[in-house]
């Protein structure tokens, strides 16, 4: 098994000389739907790009495995980023990974506790701030002005370089692109970075066609939908509860050149989608990467799929980030006595 950089480098800006931090991320399961299509109510073939199998759990290790590699090889001794989510956790891991030190500013009491575990594990000086994310990474900004400190966060150059080499596994796995392909939008690289890895095989004649890209954002923090900055953004989906999305420019610019779309889903719907994919499909993925295929049901009632078209939605990050959710809308059942009736009673078989 190879990390992204030695099994994509002819597509990423490295050298010879660029020292390869990997933990082996990328190669991504691309699950089928096994129910989806029957929710959706029209016959097409939707699969999952779960990228919660990477080594800290998110997509964030794909552009992680850049911007540290490239940092090094600039002769970097630390790394810093804002985070209320998975970026922190990546980061963290692989600055250890590189020996170097790692700061993170938090939003106080907005991370969720499988991310905080990550990095602080992983040595991270994590610095909570009284102030949201936005507030955070305008700090992180300032901080590397006057510090000989690189920003990893999604702004970084190479975290969207290491991040597009999710659309080259679809690609490789489907033997062409998808028709949609359906994304959680945060702070809004990722869907840039889908797009840009797209465009780069169809030019290189390994993908015929280019999927137009449906990306969704959470009620409580849709800057992009809303045109104005959110201020106190708010929604369970904690990987995406973010108020003026670094790339939404970026991001804007993907919806119209593929001719897709950017809209929101209420805190309901990403709770049924992240539900019926832990119960039906067997995939626990945390909130935020429901959002996609809350999107993606959404658009099917409005009659916006058709028949024969491929559809993939980017899972971003693992349920065990975010294990307070799971057990909120999963209640564990009061004890039972400790004999053969009771049990069976409580199985209710």
């Keep these: 098994m190879k990390g992204i950089i030695e099994r994509y480098r002819a597509y990423l800006p490295v050298t010879d000389k660029t020292p390869v931090v990997t933990l082996l991320e990328g190669d991504t399961p691309l699950i089928p ?5 029957e929710v959706l109510g029209v016959k097409v073939k939707v699969y999952f790009k779960f990228e919660g199998l990477n080594p800290t759990g998110s997509f964030k290790d794909r552009g992680m495995t850049m911007a540290v590699s490239k940092g090094v090889e600039l002769g970097s001794k630390a790394v810093v980023c804002a985070s209320t989510w998975n970026t922190s956790a990546s980061a963290a891991a692989y600055a ?4 170097i030190a790692c700061v993170v500013l938090i939003p106080q009491g907005q991370i969720a506790l499988g991310k905080l575990a990550q990095a602080l594990i992983h040595g991270a000086r994590v610095i ?14 300032e901080i590397s002005k006057v510090r000989p400190i690189l920003i990893v966060n999604s702004i970084n150059p190479y975290r969207i370089e290491g ?4 659309a080259f596994e679809v690609v490789d796995v489907l033997g062409d692109a998808p028709d949609i392909h359906c994304i959680p939008v945060g702070n809004a690289a990722n ?4 797009w840009k890895g797209y465009k780069e ?3 290189e004649g390994k993908a015929t066609r280019l999927p137009k890209m449906w990306g969704f954002q959470a009620s409580g923090a849709a800057p992009l939908v809303r045109g104005k900055i959110i201020e106190d953004p708010q929604t369970i ?4 509860r973010i108020g003026n999305p670094a790339s939404g420019p970026a991001a804007l610019a993907t919806r119209e050149e593929s001719g897709g779309a950017i809209d929101e889903v209420s805190d309901d719907e990403i709770l049924e989608a992240y539900q019926l994919l832990a119960n039906r499909e067997g995939v626990f993925s945390e909130p935020a990467s429901a959002a996609a295929v809350a999107g993606l049901i959404k658009y099917a009632r409005k009659g916006l799929l058709k028949a024969g078209q491929t559809v993939v939605c980017t899972l971003t990050g693992h349920g065990l980030k975010d294990p307070d959710t799971a057990t909120k809308v999963k209640n564990l059942p ?3 006595k400790p004999d053969k009736d009771a049990v069976l009673k409580a199985i209710g078989l």
């Design 191 to 194: 869907i840039t970075a889908y």
């Design 96 to 99: 250890a990974r590189a020996g």
């Design 163 to 166: 991040q597009k080499t999710a």
């Design 128 to 141: 909570p701030i009284l102030g949201n994310f936005d507030r955070a990474l305008a700090l992180v900004k």
């Design 33 to 37: 739907s096994r129910c989806l299509p």
């Design 334 to 336: 009061p004890p039972v």
């Design 201 to 203: 095989y169809k030019k």
């Design 237 to 240: 989906a904690t990987a995406i």
